[in-house]
């Protein structure tokens, strides 16, 4: 039986209901949750627009904002945009907006993400800018209006100076110490060489060269750290189909799937991971599977994936 592809739309009461499921699910634990991947675009912008978030959960933002980049609906950008009002008043709010940033730099048009860069600058004064150095960190990953972490980092290490300056604790410094050490000694730096490998990436001019890449990311064969990069993939994938073709797409990941079946040097639990991601994505995108990668499929056992129909 033929795995359904991302043309395949369920119906779009189905559709409009996995959408709703998804953003407003009720977190239990640390599962994951998926883009429901095979809604109509057009469904998709109709729930963006008119859906109702509860501004005391950041997750239902970052959520809203998965969907917005797998369907690329850049309309959603200057919706959820017109929430940026400067009033962040409790670090559920301060991490929506922050949310808000990334959705206006994946994909914001040019005055967007000036905008969000402005806005970025801002929320590095802000009061509460301790308690979302985390996110700020991973946001900076996303703003490519941002030239460069120098003042992000300057204010983490203000901030660090001053928790320092207030260590009283003889058997050790306090949590704050610590984890503000960790942010701009080893997390910040991390993102900083993230970005790098995004913004090498994403600006490839050879279509083929690019969608390899993107699928070795995808399937993990390649990984900078520092952010989920399969799920990065998986939306930038998609835009790579609405840029050039599904094909172009397929060929990536099919030249990541040789790959990985070649490499014998690596882990068969990280083999068959890479393999489950690349065929199923192959599959979803209306690719198909080669003859001798048949059995692979027939085999798999992996769990679902986001490019999975």
């Known amino acids: 039986m033929t795995s359904p592809t991302y043309k395949d739309y369920v119906d779009d009461a189905s559709g409009a209901a996995t959408l709703r499921d998804m953003v407003h699910h009720k977190r239990a634990g640390t599962e994951e949750l998926l883009v429901p991947p095979r809604v109509n675009p057009q469904v998709v912008r109709r729930f963006l627009d ?37 009033d962040e008043r409790t670090v559920e709010s301060l991490v929506w907006s922050i949310h808000i940033l990334r959705l206006m730099g994946d994909l914001g048009d040019a005055a967007q993400q000036k905008t969000a860069a402005e806005y970025f600058d801002y929320l590095l004064g ?29 204010q983490i290490a203000q901030k660090l100076k001053v928790a320092q300056a207030a ?3 003889p058997d050790g410094p306090p949590k704050n110490v610590i984890m503000l050490t960790e942010h701009l000694e080893t997390d910040l730096p991390i993102t900083v060489r993230a970005r790098a490998a995004k913004r090498k990436l994403l600006p490839e001019k050879d279509d083929h060269k ?11 064969l390649d990984y900078p ?14 835009a790579e189909v609405r840029r050039t073709n ?7 990941l099919q030249a990541a799937l040789e790959a990985v079946v070649d490499d014998s040097t690596q882990k068969q639990e990280f083999r068959d991971q890479a393999c489950g991601r690349a065929l199923k994505a192959i599959e979803f995108l209306g690719g198909q ?16 994936f986001q490019l999975q129909g």
Request: charged share 35%.
């Open 167 to 169: 260590q009283k604790d």
């Open 225 to 238: 750290g520092g952010i989920e990069w399969s799920k990065w993939a998986a939306f930038e994938i998609m």
């Open 210 to 220: 690019r969608a390899v890449g993107l699928a070795r990311v995808y399937v993990g």
């Open 246 to 252: 599904d094909a172009n797409a397929v060929a990536g």
């Open 289 to 304: 599977v080669k003859q001798e990668h048949k059995q692979l499929l027939a085999d798999d056992k992996t769990r679902r």
């Open 126 to 154: 802000h009061r509460l800018f301790e308690q979302a150095v985390p996110e700020m960190i991973e946001c900076f990953f996303h703003l490519d209006a941002v030239p460069d972490e120098k003042k992000l980092a300057a």
């Open 50 to 86: 008119g859906d109702k978030l509860d501004h005391d959960d950041w997750e239902q933002m970052l959520r809203a904002a998965d969907v917005a980049r797998f369907y690329g609906v850049q309309p959603a950008v200057k919706r959820f945009a017109e929430d940026l009002k400067k």
